[in-house]
Nanobody, 115 residues
Framework: QLQLVESGGGLVQPGGSLRLSCAAS????????MGWYRQAPGKQRELVAT???????RYADSVKGRFTISRGNAKNTVYLQMNSLKPEDTAVYYCNLETVVNSYWGQGTQVTVSS
């Protein structure tokens, strides 16, 4: 059973940076997209950024220019570099892997931006 394991969340002051990591427990060689979503209290889960196996990326307007998504060389890891963090970025961040036939989610990692 494929699992996604996230790490890197925490508490950071406004303007600070964090880097989230997510690793799939097995290598996926078929076409797939990995990404990050987030859910703030009382709000729906929303897309943050996605990246295909061929490294095409997509970002939410709210994070463009501040966040960068990338994949590891083994293609079963995905990273989210978050810079210039704002209090409104506070949420639980979830890693996602979409294949042709399945969708997988990580357990979530809390990111809190507060002074």
């Amino acid at each position: 059973q494929l699992q996604l394991v996230e790490s890197g969340g925490g508490l950071v002051q406004p303007g600070g940076s964090l880097r989230l990591s997510c690793a799939a427990s097995v290598s996926i060689f078929s076409s797939n997209t990995m990404g990050w979503y987030r859910q703030a209290p009382g709000k729906q889960r929303e897309l943050v950024a996605t990246i295909t196996r061929t490294s095409s990326t997509r970002y939410a307007d709210s994070v463009k220019g501040r966040f960068t998504i990338s994949r590891g060389n083994a293609k079963n890891t995905v990273y989210l570099q978050m810079n210039s963090l704002k209090p409104e970025d506070t949420a639980v961040y979830y890693c996602n892997l979409e294949t042709v036939v399945n969708s997988y989610w990580g357990q979530g990692t809390q990111v809190t931006v507060s002074s």
